[in-house]
Nanobody
Framework: QVQLVESGGGLVQPGGSLRLSCAASGSIFSRYNMAWYRQAPGQQRELVARISTGGVINYADSVKGRFTISRDYAKNTVYLQMNSLKPEDTAVYYC?????????WGQGTQVTVSS
């Protein structure tokens, strides 16, 4: 049974930082691309950052230069370092694991950027 467990969300002031973690279990981590998505109230879920099995990284334009995605194969974990946070980054952040044959989602973690 595949499980993706996110952690690290919370309330932060504008300009602050958070690091999200997503621990994967029940699958062969190295065979999956990993990504972070987010969904704000009343909006569609959108891709934030993605790291492929080969290490190719893509970011949404809105987070380039502020967010960094990485993965630790030894810990089966993917991270999202978020710096210079803005109120518009407020959303539920979801971990995603996918390849040609399957897609899995975590339960989400709330990130709120507010003074």
């Amino acid at each position: 049974q595949v499980q993706l467990v996110e952690s690290g969300g919370g309330l932060v002031q504008p300009g602050g930082s958070l690091r999200l973690s997503c621990a994967a279990s029940g699958s062969i981590f190295s065979r999956y691309n990993m990504a972070w998505y987010r969904q704000a109230p009343g909006q569609q879920r959108e891709l934030v950052a993605r790291i492929s099995t080969g290490g190719v990284i893509n970011y949404a334009d809105s987070v380039k230069g502020r967010f960094t995605i990485s993965r630790d194969y030894a810990k089966n974990t993917v991270y999202l370092q978020m710096n210079s946070l803005k109120p518009e980054d407020t959303a539920v952040y979801y971990c995603n694991q996918e390849n040609l044959w399957a897609t899995y989602w975590g339960q989400g973690t709330q990130v709120t950027v507010s003074s």
